[in-house]
Every structure is written in C-alpha cells, then in structure tokens.
C-alpha cells in the first residue's frame, strides 16, 4: 500500500468513527507514523512500511476510543513552539495565547528585565511564551502537581529558556514573597459539575486538577485575586485566563480586592476570555 492509501484509509476509519476533522487527524497521524511530512503523506507514492502501518493502525485506534491528537504525539504547539504533554498538564489551547498577546501588549520595552509570573503552569506554556518574546526577562512558574511543575521545567531546558525560568510546585502564589511586572495563569474554571459533561477528549485525557474551579468554577480566582495585590509591581499587570460567561463574576472578585480591570480580552471566535487587572492607587503599594 501507498502512504497516500493509507493516509486516505486511516481518513476514512476516522470519518465512520464519528471523528469531528478525520482528514487533518489522519494527516497528522500518518505523518509522525511514517515520518514524512503533513503534504507528503498526502501524495505519497511511497510504499508504506509495514511498521509504519502497524504503528498508524495503532494511532487510529486510540484517536477512534477519544484520544485527542496532541496527546498521542504526546506534544502540542502553542505559540509557535512545541510543548510536550504529560498527563499531569493541560493540552495548550489556542484560544489561551489570548493571554500571551494580552501580556505582551503590557510591555513597553521587550528588552527590559521583568519578573514573570505563571501560576497554575501545567506545560509552562504561558510563561515560556512570553519568556521567548521577551529576552531580559525572568520567570517563575508554580503547579499544584509536581509532576506538572516537573513538565514544564523539562519544555523549558527543550526550548532553551531554562536558565531564564524556575519551576515550583506549590498552591498559587502561598511559597512567594516578592514582586513581579506580569502575572499570568490559566486556572482551572469549569464548574465542578460540569466536569461530566465535557467532550471525552477533554474528560478523559486532561488532568482534573487542571479543569475543576470548584462549584461555581470561580474558587480559583478568589485564592489568586486575594493574592495579586501582594504579588503585582508598581505598574504591574495580571492576566487571567477565564471561561465562557465568567468575565464580569471575575471583574467583580477583582474590584473586591482593590484591582481595577485595564482590558478584557476576546479569543479567537470573540468570546471575552481574559482580563488584564492591574493595582488601584487605593490598594497602596
Ligand atoms: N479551556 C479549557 C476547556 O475548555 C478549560 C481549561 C481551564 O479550566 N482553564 O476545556
């Protein structure tokens, strides 16, 4: 068989499985089983081997049972840079480098050496995203898990911004004492009950610790928003990530502890999905 058949068979084995971008799926796949690119895989005329079958036969299997792509590559862009998955983080959204752009846009001088920080950081893929954008700066990611704390080290050392990043593994922001110029974090934000609900993609292969904001979603942002005042510079921002429908319950917490909102961002289908949050003059510094 050719790897343009089997890329076209393994297309069809998702379409009947119900699977919702069978074409890209099996491009993707076929691509890493044989080790050829996404247009060869495609118009190869290449024989297939029969590892390579075996190995794509097995990919579809786990796609067809609700694996998503990225976890059985076991890697995801984000950013433009490649972050690799455990099951301890979050797959990257795209709609979170909402919350790259929003910082970045916080920042006079790119060359500066400001003080990041992300917490909640699964991959690190917030933190190092902004680290690649800004090269004076340093940053320090925290994960409740250790072994999230740990992946997101190990992206950092593969993408080369590991003497510009520390890893901890703790609750939000309790171990730190200190200031920074950027705060960021996509926390967990799904209602607690809601859980059950998700796609299988999203229920069965990202870690709950990464999805569950309590029983209004919200829990979350009351421990981090008590905290921000503390943590944020003079001029200092902080960007949240939040879910859909949860902006002004969010501004609210924040107004609460003295912050005031500078921008409410929208993702790419124009849902608001983050805030940018800074000091009022009255929280004193
Ligand atoms: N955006 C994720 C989802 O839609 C949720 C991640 C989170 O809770 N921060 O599944």
Redo the contacts with the bound molecule.
Sequence with gaps: MKLAEATRAAARELTQGGIETPELDARVLASEAFGVGTAEVLVGAAEASSAGLATLDGFIARRLSGEPVARILGRREFWGLDFALTPAT?AP?P?TETVVETALSFVADRSAALRVLDLGTGSGCILLAVLAELPGAFGVGIDLAPNAAAAARANAQNLGLASRAAFLAGRWARALDGTFDLVVS?????ESAAIAG?DRE?RLH?PAL??D?GADGLDPYREILSDLPRLLAPGGVAVL?H?AGQSDAVAAIAREQGLEVATVATDLSGERRALALGRTAAAGR
Excluded at 186 to 190: E, V
């Design positions: 979050l959204r709609d996509n926390p967990p934000y799904i998700l999203v990202d990464a999805l904001g990530e879910g």
